[in-house]
């Protein structure tokens, strides 16, 4: 017992202590009266501090106002720091929460964790960009009110997550999620969202590019067998045997240029940087106009506009054969009495080299996929045309060797611009 | 006092489950005009076929959302919020179920034009950005009954505006390429009814956020102009 409730106790005590005498001496109820006025005294003081500690129950803070006296300030002392020490420790929670959630929102995957009702309970902002969610507003939402696209609805009522689900988002650009679905705590999920988009981009290229490969070399060699096959079982006459040589001899020169591109496209890709000569642009242009006038045979309008100045570091084989398949897809997409223009600007922030054309033009969803090798806007036409399918993916890495960027601009039906743009370290004599 | 209770939450259960499956039907729209899209843009009409698998399912869920939806009138007498709520299910799945056949529409009208042989490609940008307004709207307009948020509902019916002056400038363009070259008609006239379509897939979009500003206000602000959305 402590000292503060004995001293409560001995009060008591006392008072009966002095009223006995009084009773037994002087008259009883002068004795009475002593002894009921007293502890009426102490009970009124108790009272007091009783209903403060009453009125403070109801909400409790923490302040001075917690004070008590004689033997409630003990008590009133032990509340106040336990409710100090409680605060305090809420505010420690408090924050290892807000830290735990500020790494959850660190994550570069999405994440939203749902209740045993598959309803949102917290989603980071990487998922929020991803799913459309607005954790402010869609807390406690059903995940699927949200995310409607029926695979994902079949996904988690499937309750089957033994493989992440694929989805193409509805909202984003084109963009490809992988969903994982982690059960943890009981019936609690976890949702993971990773942005697969680059990584589903690059498996379609290389599923593309061995698809397309071996398309574009078994059309020709179709072609060769058959008339092999031809020559070896049906007597045919001299003429007619000429033309089957020369039609087997076009596709083997196809092959050839095919094999001869791929060839150049993995040597670019494995070489080393490429030397630093200078190139010399001016008359780099000049060839080229030549060339272009030469494909043409009359039927464009080659038009150079050139200052005249700067010249460029690198590879000059290279360059020339990349600069020189920009001009003769111009010339090749260009209708017979439009014109291709032939651009070279060098300043000191770097230079352009450009082709522009008046040519059928390009629509802008096959532009990103341009320079994917063996990307064809209309299989039979660029083929018709005599490219193998490789000539801007070798423009592009060429380019790339010179941390050059190409840009491409188009219009379906006004024309194409074609730029190279070399930052400044590769431009020399201006 | 204990039954009360148990029988209140199982009512609210019963209504939010009642939204999930209209968005869950929303959803099946939503991924049919998408489709629909796409097959416009790229000519794979193979996807034609899914498109109009997905309305059975779309249809399906009509009859069954309007089954539930009598069922808690008639068992649970609901009132204020909760009977406008059952109300409005009731119009947004018609509304949800014409958009629906909207896109079959649509996705009719692309198989026609590829197997005539036509490249619906000159009209593409004009036609796919119509398409992409309609698709936001729709999507738009679920969020908002998800949501329950009433200033992107109105936000939605605000749009409707610029998809039908798009839509008319289209039928212009394409009156134009007619009077032009008379061997355009047919595939014209197929676009037309692709248009038509979309800017009515923009229409049902509209009615879906307005039956959500009565849902959540209790205000009906059918026929009484853009004003009303302010």
Redesign the interface.
Known sequence: MSSSLIRALLLAVLAAVVAYPIGHFVVPWAGWTFFCASLGLQMVFHFKNFARLDRWSYAPVVDDSLEGEGAWDGIFGRLYRHEKDLRAQIAARDEEIRMLIAAGQALTDGVVLLDDHNQILFCNTTAEDQL?L?IR??RG??V???V???EF?AYLQGEDFSRPLTLRS??GEDRVLSIYVIPYAGNRRLMQVKDVTQTDRLDRMRRDFVANVSHELRTPLTVLAGFLETLQEIDVDRDEQKRFLEMMSEQSLRMQSIVQDLLTLSSIESAPPPEADVVDMVNIVDKLRRDAEALSAGRHQIVVESDGQGDLRGSEPELVSAFGNLVANAVRYTPPGGTVRILWHASKNGAEFAVQDTGIGI?A?HIPRLTERFYRIDRGRSRDAGGTGLGLAIVKHSLNRHQAQLEIKST??VGSRFAARFPASRVVGV | MNESVHLSSQFDEDL?RL??HV??M???V??QV?AAIDAY?TGEIASVKSIVE?DRRVNELEKAIDDDCAHIIAKRQPTASDLRLVLGISKIVTDLERAGDEAKKIAKGVRRIYEGGHMP??Y?VGIRHLAEAALSMI?QA??AF??L?TELAKSVIRADTDVDTEFKSIIRQLITHMMEDPRTITTSIDIITIARAIERIGDHAKNVSEQVIYVVDGRDIRHMGKEAAQ
């Open positions: 459309g607005v507003t869609d939402q059903p699927v009110n949200m409607r696209q029926p609805v509805e909202r629509d969803k379906p039906g | 939010s939204r999930t968005l869950q929303g959803g099946l939503e991924t998408s843009a997905t490609s000159q593409g999507r679920l969020d998800a949501r948020d």
